[in-house]
């Protein structure tokens, strides 16, 4: 199973025979009788590729270079290293590091990928903006031929005599010969590594940011980018949350509400943080059941099920007015206290009747917000905002609503319905949630 394909899997072919060659002569030896036996063969390193490269011809011969995994040399002065093909690329960096080098050709796989595959697919990742690819940094190799003679290409030397036949070998998909010893450039690790995360509202934004980072002079050391698919399918698979490492890259967040008023406030908030905030309505995702007593269980409740329904990470919020005399209801009920349909003059006389001939007045709005980045998100983010006030008989004020009219902030004296809209949002439950939030997602993003 192991060698009917590469990381290719839906092309696959039982080779006759599997050879596992430890030195250039053993893989001469190999290619040699191939040769006279006319039997295909094809080189194969930790089959990671995903071009179907490494896949056999059916009865023909893998030569595995897996076994061939030496680090033959390691030259800091001379900034060389000399290996077998079979090293995987990552031990390359590991050998070096202490010296202060690294080996810059990163391909995603370079944990298991191996320095023959690298050659033969001229491999890269993100440090290759600044540094180059494998052809950039192969300057001299041992190649065994398809009639099994061997070959020097190249040398230590950057530009040796003669044609420059290792641009022609590397990236050659393994068809011009095997390579069985390889001379790599390395090159010094940056003092300091600064890491930037940045979320943009198109891939073409984002592009253009790149140029504007190269033509102010600027070249970083390593890029990266994610479009939006790859963002959701990474957050899907292992839930990374983005952005910052462990941090938290999570650029569309689905709202848990379909409040049209809501969403435009979380909109004008959160966009400008780089969050694309979409209503759960747009995906087709029904309201969850709020069966809770209490706002936080809810907001948890209702953000999970968006966050369960999309994949996405969820934002949910819940609120309402809890009054000290009545054991904190209207609570979780407040937006129907007077029962079905729900209506702000009808629970509004539900409170007053209930607090006839009550002294303690006391009252407080309650907003949390709660955003999940999975499912099964350990730590959702909690944000709340308590508003202190009083329930006054006689609603006053023309703005606002729910409760507004007749809830007086503890402070001013004024309803929620009289402030100006700017100080009712600088003192409101909600208001207090969402700077809460936005504080602890800007926290996230800088970690
Ligand atoms: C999760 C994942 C992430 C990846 N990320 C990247 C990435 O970021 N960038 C990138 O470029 N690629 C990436 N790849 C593709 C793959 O890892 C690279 O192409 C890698 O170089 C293949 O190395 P390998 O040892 O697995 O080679 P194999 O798959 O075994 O072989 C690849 C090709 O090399 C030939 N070959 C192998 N050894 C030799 C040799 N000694 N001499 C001559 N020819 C030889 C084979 O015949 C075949 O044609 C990724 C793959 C996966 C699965």
Redesign the pocket.
């Known amino acids: 199973m192991t060698y009917e394909s590469?990381?290719l899997v839906h092309l696959r072919a039982i080779p006759g025979a599997v050879v596992l060659p430890q030195n250039t002569e053993e893989v001469q030896a190999v290619v040699r009788l191939c040769y006279r036996e006319g039997v295909p063969f094809?080189?194969?390193?930790?089959?990671?590729?995903?071009s179907g490269?490494?896949t056999p011809t059916a009865g023909g011969v893998v030569v595995s270079?897996a076994r061939m995994d030496r680090i033959l040399q390691v030259d800091p002065e001379g900034q060389r290293v000399v290996v077998e093909?079979g090293v995987a690329n990552l031990d390359v960096t590991r050998a070096v590091a202490a010296d202060g080098f690294f080996y810059a050709p990163d391909?995603?796989?370079q944990q298991?990928?191996?320095i023959?595959?690298?050659?033969?697919?001229n491999?890269?990742?993100a440090h290759c903006f600044k540094h180059g690819f494998t052809v950039h940094h192969v300057t001299g190799l041992t190649l065994v031929l398809p009639d099994g003679d061997a070959v020097e290409l190249g040398s230590a030397a950057l530009d040796p005599d003669g044609p420059d036949l290792l641009g022609l070998v590397v990236g050659s998909?393994?068809t011009l010969?095997?390579?069985?010893r390889i001379t790599l450039r390395i090159v010094r690790s940056p003092e300091v590594v600064r890491t930037l995360l940045a979320g943009f509202e198109t891939t073409d934004a984002a592009g253009a940011a790149v140029s504007g980072i190269v033509a102010a002079g600027i070249l970083p050391s390593a890029l990266e980018m994610m479009d939006r698919l790859t963002i959701e399918a990474a957050e899907r698979a292992v839930a990374p949350g983005y952005p910052a490492g462990a941090g938290a890259v999570i650029d569309r967040l689905v709202l848990a509400s379909n409040n049209a008023g809501k969403l435009r406030e979380f909109r004008r908030l959160l966009e400008p943080l780089g969050y694309d905030v979409v209503p759960q309505a747009e995906l087709g995702i029904a309201e969850a059941d709020e069966p809770h007593v209490t706002f936080i269980e809810n907001a948890l409740a209702k953000a999970r099920h968006a966050s369960t329904h999309s994949g996405l990470p969820a934002l949910a919020d819940d609120s309402g007015i809890c009054v000290d005399a009545l054991g904190g209801a209207p609570g979780v009920l407040s937006a129907r206290y007077a029962g079905e349909p729900k209506s702000d003059a009808r629970n509004n006389e539900a409170l007053v009747s209930a607090l006839q001939g009550v002294a303690d007045r006391r009252a407080h709005y309650y907003c949390v917000l709660v955003l999940v980045r999975h499912t099964r998100d350990p730590q959702p983010i909690v944000a709340e905002g308590i508003w202190h006030g009083t329930v006054v008989d006689t609603p006053r004020g023309s703005g606002g609503f729910g409760y507004d009219p007749h809830f007086e902030d503890r402070d001013s004296r004024l309803t929620g319905a009289e402030l100006p809209l700017a100080r009712k949002n600088e003192l409101s439950h909600r208001g207090q949630a969402l700077r809460a939030l936005i504080a602890r997602l800007g926290e996230e993003r800088a970690a």
Not at 116 to 121: C, L, S, T
């Open positions: 590469d990381a094809v080189a194969r390193g930790h089959g990671t590729g995903l490269g490494a270079l093909p391909p995603s796989s298991v990928c191996t023959g595959g690298n050659v033969a697919e491999s890269g990742g998909e393994g010969g095997i390579a069985t």
